[in-house]
């Protein structure tokens, strides 16, 4: 027999204490925060490109709505597909940034980053119903104001973006603090390529109109310009000492010259209307085609600031990875006990288990047919498993006798509510229902009616032709009645050769018209004979109505009584009514 559980585990348990406190260190501790900073910093920085990208697609989105308010109506179909792409590029993005910011649910600023992501949709939505609609005027026929008020629609949904990117970018700097100059460039890169898509959508309604700005316009103009000086000079700060040979410098020297020398000159000659731009009478579309591609160094200087920072926090993972895995070396005998301690605890003890406490929540709900497991060692466990198997033996007992118990029930209420020869429900069961049924219409003031019928000269059948043919025809006329009545009405059995049908929702002429027509199917109904002979049955039917029902059903059952005994007075084979009044008046057919 093996050692018992209950050594082995304190035995184990010792060991693994002994070992861990040897190998333990802060060391272990330090790197294992730094590998985690580092992996959190790399999730970090995915989402601020994310949410980086977001924000660039929003602001490339306007240089085609700028050149499709300035053509107008009569846009070319090349203009409105690249609109359509910037559209689709734009929602991509901003359904990733939301998707980030939902992986955050429930941590600080995120609920204030997603209220701002709300308002951008929502602004987003805006800014495009008022370039559709300027784009909808024909070409030049555009109010100024409408096309300026477009333009700032849609600026406005970048600043909304602000408090992701502020989130993502601290979440960033707090798992890196040595990355914050780097991060806090790369931002800077992506307000200046906002800004200078801003500088050149100032210039769509001047463009659009093919005129001077405004002095509005103009103001507008120099803020954004003077925004990007500011911007331009914090950079050169950050970035112009850069060595030789820098990835980062070389993009920012580019900047310098793809856009600070070049581009901004045309947006602002532009502005000027001087130069060689403006005699060549460019529209928003042409501005677009030739200013934007100039921006496109900005975004590679913020790529390659991004890019730099990747690179430093994929080092630092390796580094800790290292450090770790050194550190990792001197604890191996502990994982090696802790290893042989959690196999063994599986094999013997938590997978027969949980296996059995599956078969204890089969039991629970009478489900016997999971295999208990089977254990090889006797052990206290062995012993659970055998306890086990005894409790599931005696439940089945249990079930067993149960379940023969409530069909024993069934049976005696069945049978007690039921008539034997026909199968309607009997007297006793009729009341009991019908009951339920008057007090039901009686809260919704709706009407019911009573039908009582009885079988005419029904003893002379039973004696000319036996018990055997007038039990036929009470089958027969239960049949008739469950095809005559509908799934809410009660047919039941009264005794002898009576029966008795509620109808709920019924008034005075629909009740007779259902016992006329019911009179009608029992007159066709043939009976056959042991002699060959054919038995045609009649009955005689009492109706009786109340409108709201306010009375007892021993009232309505006197009252169908008297109208079926005031039938058979009037020649039989026939239905009469009892008027809601009470008095029985002789309607029939």
Known sequence: MGMPLRRLVPLLALLLSLFSMAVASRAMVAEWTRLRDADQAALALADLKTALVAAEMASRERAPANALMGQGASAPEATRQWLAQARGR???????????????????RQALAQHHLEQALGQLRDGRAQVDAVASQPQGGADAQAIRQAVLAMAAVIPELGPATALMADELQRAAPAQAPPVQSARMAA??????????????????QQRPLTLEERLAFERTRGRMDQLRGQLALRLDDAGAGDPVRDAWRAVNVSYFSSGIELAQSVANRRGQAAARGLDPAGFAQVYVPRMEAIVALRDQLLARVSAAVALEAVDARWALAITGSVTAATLLLLGLMAATLKRRLLDPLGATVQVLHAMARNDHAVDLPVVRRRDEMSEVVDAVAALRQHARRQEEMALERSQLIAQLNESSNTDFLTGLPNRRCFVDAASKV???AAAQARPVSLVLLDLDRFKSINDRHGHDAGDRALVAVAGALKTATRAGDLAARMGGEEFIVLLEGCGESQALQFAERLREQLSRLRIALADGGVLQLTASLGVAVQEAPDGPLDGLIRQADA??????SLGRDRAVLVPPGGGVGPEGA
């Open 90 to 108: 734009t929602d991509r993005a901003l359904e990733a940034l939301g998707a980030a910011l939902h992986a955050r649910a429930g941590q600080p």
């Open 563 to 568: 109208a079926m005994y005031q039938a058979k």
């Open 438 to 440: 008057l007090a039901r």
């Open 191 to 208: 307000d200046l390529r906002e800004f200078a898509g801003l500088l050149g959508s100032h210039l769509t309604a001047a463009l659009a």
